[in-house]
């Protein structure tokens, strides 16, 4: 058995049945879900807005609130369940007001919009947006109307070929997805089974959501024009557009990606062949539950990592990128469920020079 300690409102908490810590590369924000029973009638132990701290074996994977509380009552005592999302889930939910200064680079417009919403976390920039400033702060969108600040964000972060999301201790990561080296395994054999590791898998893939040619249109946004200064004229609110495709889909099937401000003819067509590359992710799936929280090489399983998974039945033998992960721990033992897509998923610098996706 793993060692699971959970700080509810600064105090250890032991009594659960069931604990689920959900984490991906595309979810917004860490979730949380626990299930507890009392044999007595004692008041609800538990109160929206109180602070939520998770860590297995030593490593935190959760930092954060209660925010839905649900009972249930019947003579033999209460049945509770609690459920949250980490320090981000305000970022996620929230819109920026005259934000000010964002700077020019996807780090610097994710502090200033903690910063302005007095969230206390930090960020992270393992993909090196700082190195790859906007140009001109025209370039740097402002939020619209109704945008939410992850929203914002998320496109900027876009224009950059880099995720958002979390970690254990809600910082906000700036990432590329590109699969960390690992030597954990996962097999599912026709022969040789007492190897196999996994109790259930799920695979799904579809080109219903692909594309043969994605162009590129990039535009100003006037509001970011006028806070720079500059004239939105007929010339500058169409730039250009770039190009990129996916051999493997029929040329008759054409997508145009939007954005909110201008860019270089390179950025657009690298945003062209990411936009392919992740279209081309999200119609493949493979997804298996396995026995306990650590890997075969003895740590926590990871999001943004690539094992190797052999699966007979589903016809994989490669290495793919694990992009979520969900803990769950109960009476019946320790499970992890485990999102696996495509190892090159979320690149873009794949073959830019003929403007073609991977596949």
């Not at 810590?21 to 007595?40: H, I, N, P, Y």
């Not at 030597?183 to 022969?191: C, E, G, N």
């Amino acid at each position: 058995m793993i060692d699971a300690v959970i700080v509810i409102d600064g105090r250890q908490y032991d009594f659960y049945t069931s604990l689920e810590v959900r984490t991906g590369l595309r979810q917004q924000a860490r979730e949380f879900s626990l299930q507890a029973e009392t044999a007595g009638v004692d008041d609800i132990p538990f109160r929206k807005g109180m602070t939520v701290s998770i860590s297995f074996a030593g490593t935190r994977v959760f930092n954060g609130f209660v925010e839905q509380i649900e009972m249930s009552m019947d003579d033999t005592g209460i049945s509770y369940l609690i459920a949250g999302r980490d320090l981000l889930g305000d970022l996620v939910d929230s819109n920026l007001v005259e934000l000010g200064d964002t700077g020019k680079t996807v780090k610097h417009a994710a502090e200033a919009a903690l910063r302005h919403l007095g969230i206390s976390t930090g960020v992270i920039d393992l993909a090196d947006t700082a190195s790859r400033p906007f140009e001109r702060r025209s370039e740097m969108s402002a939020p619209e109307p109704g945008e939410t600040a992850f929203e914002w964000l998320q496109d900027l972060a876009r224009r950059r070929q880099a995720l958002l999301t979390s970690d254990g201790d809600a910082n906000l990561v700036i990432t590329e997805g590109i699969g960390l080296k690992t030597d954990a395994k996962i097999l599912h054999r026709k022969i040789d089974r007492e190897l196999n590791n996994i109790l259930s898998m799920t695979y799904r893939t579809s080109d219903s959501d692909r594309f043969g040619t994605y162009f590129c249109v990039p535009q100003k946004n006037v509001a970011a024009l006028a806070r720079a200064q500059a004239e939105a004229t007929p010339r500058n609110i169409v730039v250009t557009k770039s190009s990129a495709s996916d051999p493997a889909i029929r040329g008759s099937r054409v997508r145009f990606v939007d954005n909110e401000s201008s860019m270089r003819r390179r950025d657009a067509l690298l945003r062209a062949i990411w936009e392919a590359n992740l279209s081309r992710a999200e119609g493949t799936q493979y997804q298996v539950t396995v026995d306990g929280l650590r890997d075969s090489t003895g740590q926590l399983w990871t999001q943004n990592t690539a094992p190797e998974v052999i699966d007979d039945f589903a016809g994989i033998s490669a290495k793919m990128l694990l992009e979520g992960v969900a803990y769950r721990l109960g009476e019946e033992g320790e499970t992890a469920t485990l999102v696996f897509t495509d190892p090159e998923a979320f690149q873009s610098a794949l073959n830019a020079s003929e403007g073609q996706a991977l596949g």
